[in-house]
């Protein structure tokens, strides 16, 4: 619980730091596909905007990294991501992107990722989070900037 009021956190503090303003690019499909130049901005508008796209494909490239936060809270759950480094003071203190759900293997920690999924809206403790409940995850040998900041 405390790694995703973590991850809570460092959304709102890109939501802060960039405003919520910033349009998103749809493929033929009608695909979400969140772009490496504007990767905070279009992070940022689904979170700020949230009713617009819930149900709707997103399509993001970013790090794959999990959170564990069983050393915090004995019991509790991993937390699958996929996130790019944001602005902040210290370089990686305000990540951007979501959280990812799917019923198959999961990259290793670190690996840059192709994630396609619907964004879903769960209830986790009486809170309220975002995740994309995956229909693909692949693997890029490319890596893209790691750090954004627009």
């Known amino acids: 619980m405390k790694r995703k009021l973590i991850l809570a956190a460092a959304v709102c503090i890109c939501l802060a730091l960039c405003g919520g303003c910033g349009s998103t690019a749809a493929v033929s499909d009608g695909t979400i596909e969140i772009k490496e130049k504007v990767f905070v901005s279009q992070t940022n508008d689904i979170y700020a905007n949230t009713e617009d796209y819930l149900g709707k494909t997103i399509k993001l490239e970013g790090i794959f990294t999990v959170y564990d936060s069983v050393s915090v809270n004995p019991g509790s759950d ?58 693909s995850m692949t693997i890029k040998e490319k890596r893209g900037k790691e750090t954004v900041t627009q």
Do not use: T
Not at 82 to 92: F, T
Not at 104 to 124: F, M, R, S
């Open 78 to 135: 991993k937390y699958y991501c996929v996130i790019r480094y944001g602005p902040g003071c210290c370089g990686y203190d305000a990540n951007c992107g979501f959280e990812v759900v799917w019923d198959k293997e999961y990259p290793e920690d670190n690996a840059w990722v192709e994630a396609v999924g619907i964004l879903e809206e769960y209830d986790d403790g009486g809170y309220m989070y975002l995740r994309l409940a995956l229909s």
